[in-house]
């Protein structure tokens, strides 16, 4: 075993650390001819190495702090041997905790043909027939060896837990905090240095894959995976860092250089066994990797197929080139389904039964909390083949209005004319109407149309020219097709009268409705006539019709034909709906 007692140098210390740093996984095994060590605690552990090459069967080593001090092969009659390796050990350990102790008190002593190995009158262990045979040595020639190794090891242990051994230990730790620190700050100089250069290279572009003028690789994105992958690096070092910083403190003290070996053991056993985990799970990982590649490659035959028919250079029948892209996205998320079936029997674990039952759960979780999800998912796919609409359409979808700026299997999308975009679930957008502004705009022309009410005193004809008018007055109305009027109702107190006018700007509605009202307003203000919408009930004296006084006239305007009260017939001053005096 690798000591550092009497090093006071502190070069001669630093070595000693990393010698011991090196040795520590193999000191166990070094010692186990008989040498010993000092540690924390006893163990018994399983040695089936043979004390000489003639013994067979299985055998114990007894141990102290963590070293191997003797092995046995044989128990006794009243004892297995688990109980007799204990039993020895125990006895050691109070030895070796004992205040004081004498190399030359152990002893070994006949006792009825027996050799009992003896401290003062306490017996230690017995050396039996069985063990000399299985040795293939006298028994006589066995206790002393085994007498000297006891001797060796209670000597070792009882120096090694004195102050010496403690205040050398707390030497050696500070020594290695020191040399941590100088490790650390050399590490983050060396982590800083690699970021410098990848920043350096980036803006240099060296970083970047160019083909001709072409960048295939930005360098942008080759300095990112740079900079993840130093994070990583920064990382796994400082873990292993301290990982073996940990390793050498411990492997400083009596009381816990057991565990300095056992720690190693601690991070190789899983490392141990997930690799032999990836060593057997290779053959399906093949499997796995071979049915992702074939998948890959039908899913790009069948995007390319699409995009041909997309372009409109391959026809299937009526099939229309417009469902091309959302045909190709239907398919490969099937196939995509279908190879997540083919590998799932491959999966590591997928037999098991933790695997059966947490995909028995995730499925009835996903039915029971999906439902919404599945039936969008049709609403998409049932509203991407009766199109109703498409991508830049101007539509109303229930109380919202807008242009479509998304259409997927899931939800749609309007931009309102407020640029408030409005996420709509597909099932929601099925089961309410959809008027489409956009599909006849361009083609055959948008009809815009708006009422008015006007009192039954005022003939139709000129209500009808009226309304033309202010539509022939109205920026984005088409002039042909001609505007026309419609008289919807005879009310009670008014005839309610619509006029239908063409555009071929669908998205513009909104500001030719507003343009068009207020051509209305204007035209009949200019000609007297009262709109009586919104309707209002008024006893008539003669006096002059409600409209705003800057519009007020007694006769004809724009070769309109106005009726004039009796009042203004006679002469009757304007406003005041008497005769003169």
């Not at 060896?145 to 001797?151: D, F, N, P, Q, T």
């Not at 309109?560 to 001053?573: D, H, S």
Request: glycine letters at 8%; a neutral charge; proline letters at 5%.
């Amino acid at each position: 075993m690798t000591t550092c007692r009497g090093s006071r140098h502190p070069v001669t210390a630093i070595l000693c650390l990393l010698s011991a740093l090196c040795l520590s996984p193999w000191q166990q095994a070094a010692a186990a001819g008989g040498q010993a060590s000092a540690g924390a605690a006893v163990t018994v552990a399983p040695d089936n190495a043979p004390s000489a090459p003639d013994a067979a069967g299985p055998s114990l080593a007894v141990r102290l702090d963590g070293a191997s001090v003797l092995t046995l092969q044989r128990g006794t009659s009243s004892l297995t041997l688990h109980e007799r390796v204990g039993l020895i050990e125990q006895r050691l350990r109070r030895l070796a905790d004992a205040a004081e102790f004498t190399p030359s008190r152990l002893h070994v002593d006949v006792i009825e043909g027996e050799r009992v190995i003896r401290y003062d009158d306490t017996p230690v262990m017995t050396v039996t027939a069985a063990d000399a045979a299985a040795a293939g040595v006298d028994r006589d020639v066995l206790a002393g060896r085994h007498l000297a190794a006891l001797r060796q090891v209670l000597e070792r242990a009882q120096a090694e837990h004195g102050w010496d051994a403690l205040l050398h230990g707390g030497g050696y730790s500070m020594a290695a905090l020191a040399g941590l620190l100088l490790v650390l700050w050399g590490f983050g100089w060396l982590i800083q240095r690699l970021r410098i250069g990848v920043r350096w290279a980036e803006r240099r572009q060296l970083l970047t894959l160019r083909v001709q003028k072409a960048d295939i690789l930005p360098g942008e994105r080759v300095a990112r995976a740079l900079d993840g992958a130093i994070r990583v690096l920064r990382l796994a070092g400082l873990l292993i860092i301290f990982y073996l910083f940990t390793s050498l403190v411990l492997s400083f003290f009596p009381g816990t250089r057991g565990l300095s070996g056992k720690v190693i053991g601690w991070v190789l056993d899983p490392v141990r066994n997930a690799a032999y985990g990836i060593v057997r799970f290779l053959p399906d990982l093949f499997v796995i990797i071979i049915t992702i590649m074939i998948m890959r490659a039908l899913i790009g035959l069948v995007k390319g197929v699409f995009n041909e028919v997309g372009k409109g250079s391959l026809k299937w029948g009526d099939f229309d080139p417009e469902l091309a892209e959302p045909t190709y996205k239907i398919v490969r998320f099937f196939m995509i389904i279908f190879t997540g079936v083919l590998i799932f029997p491959y999966l590591p674990g997928s037999d098991s039964d933790a695997f059966k039952g947490a995909s028995v759960f995730l499925g009835v979780l996903l039915s029971l909390g999906s439902s919404s999800a599945v039936s969008n998912l049709i609403a998409g796919v049932v509203l991407t083949y009766t199109r109703a609409f498409s991508i830049g359409d101007y539509v109303r979808i229930g109380e919202h209005t807008g242009d479509v700026i998304e259409h997927s299997l899931l939800v749609t999308r309007l931009r309102t004319i407020k640029n408030v975009e409005v996420a709509l679930p597909n099932g929601h957008v099925l089961s309410n109407p959809i008027s489409n502004y956009s599909a006849m705009a361009e083609s055959r022309q948008l009809i815009l149309h708006t009422n008015v009410s006007i009192g039954y005193e005022v003939p139709w004809r000129d209500v009808h020219w009226l309304l033309i008018e202010a539509a022939r007055r109205t920026e984005g109305l088409l002039q042909t097709p001609a505007p026309f009027v419609l008289q919807e109702a005879l009310d009670d107190f008014y005839v309610s009268y619509q006029i239908n006018a063409y555009t071929d700007r669908a998205r513009d509605q909104v500001d030719i409705y507003a343009w068009l009202r207020q051509n209305i307003q204007d035209c009949f203000n200019e000609a007297g006539v009262e709109i009586m919408s919104p309707h209002y009930h008024a006893v008539r004296d003669g006096s002059w019709p409600v409209m705003p006084p800057s519009e007020r006239t007694q006769g004809r305007r724009a070769g309109v034909r106005v009726t004039l009260t009796p009042a203004e017939e006679r002469g009757a001053p304007a406003g005041t709906g008497q005769p003169p005096a």
